[in-house]
C-alpha cells in the first residue's frame, strides 16, 4: 500500500446493520500552518478465511480543531446597585467564540452536565437576578460544545 508505514487504529466486527460504520480517530495534532495535520487511512476488510481480505484505496482526514481557546481573563465580578457586572476581555484568537456563563453556591461547576446561566458573544453580561448566597461562583467557558 504505498511507500507507508501503516498502524491498526481499530478493529470493528462485521454486522448486519445499516450499510456503513462510523469510527472517530483521535488525531494527536490539529492542522496549522506549518501543517495540514492529515492522516491517511486504508480500511481491511477480512473474512473467517485469514487468507481472504481487501484493502480499500487509501482515504484522508484530519483535525480541523480540537484545541480548546484560551481561558477568559481576567474575569472580574462587580457589584452596580442590586446586580452584578462580569466582565473579562476579548479572545482575540481567530474566529468567534461563546461564552456559557454558568453560577453556583457550590465550589464546584461541571459544564458537562450543569445548564449554562446565560451565553453571551460580548465580554460583558449584567446578571440582574444574583443570588443572595455568600459564595457566588462563576464560571465561564469559551467555544465549549453547550
Known sequence: MGNFSWQTVAEISAEQIPPFILFVDH???DSTANSSGTFLYSI???TTNISEYW???ILSGRSLDNIPP???SPFNAVSESSNIRLTWNKNTEPGSYTIFLYRSISPTIDPETE???ATVTDSTYLD???LSEPLLLFHSCA???Q
Open 27 to 29: 488525531t494527536p495534532v
Open 44 to 46: 481491511k476488510a477480512k
Open 55 to 57: 484493502y480499500s484505496g
Open 70 to 72: 484560551l481561558m477568559v
Open 115 to 117: 445548564t449554562p446561566y
Open 128 to 130: 440582574t437576578t444574583p
Open 143 to 145: 467555544g465549549c460544545s
